[in-house]
């Protein structure tokens, strides 16, 4: 079983920074693959990034690419996103997830899920 709680979120103006956290309650915290998602009101969850047990390998979509740094301390069971010159766009609740990587399909699949963190990002 694998328990994950995010924080970090909250309000901030357009431009600032946020660095969200997710601790994860799991003996074998390295052996995962770790993400982000995002769900914006009234839209579908979105993949935001997932980085492999050593952080050589890290994915970002494409439209999350260079402001978003998703980094992982394994000593500490953590994972981090890091997000720079916020937009009201981004205003979402932010999820971690823990899960496989799917080498064929490139893609990131959460098997456990956090309860979210909300970010708002004013104008």
């Known amino acids: 079983q694998v328990q994950l709680v995010e924080s970090g979120g909250g309000l901030v103006q357009a431009g600032g920074s946020l660095r969200l956290s997710c601790a994860a309650s799991?003996?074998?915290?390295?052996?995962?693959?770790m993400g982000w998602f995002r769900q914006a009101p009234g839209k579908e969850r979105e993949f935001v990034a997932a980085m492999g047990w050593s952080g050589t390998n890290t994915y970002y979509a494409d439209s999350m690419k260079g402001r978003f740094t998703i980094s992982r301390d394994n000593s500490k069971n953590t994972v981090y996103l890091q997000i720079n010159s916020l937009k009201p766009e981004d205003t979402a609740v932010y999820y971690c997830?823990?899960?496989?990587?799917?080498?064929?399909?490139?893609?990131?699949?959460?098997?456990?899920w956090g309860q979210g963190t909300q970010v708002t990002v004013s104008s």
């Open positions: 997830a823990a899960g496989p990587w799917d080498w064929g399909t490139s893609t990131f699949t959460g098997e456990y």
């Open positions: 799991v003996r074998t915290f390295s052996s995962y693959f």
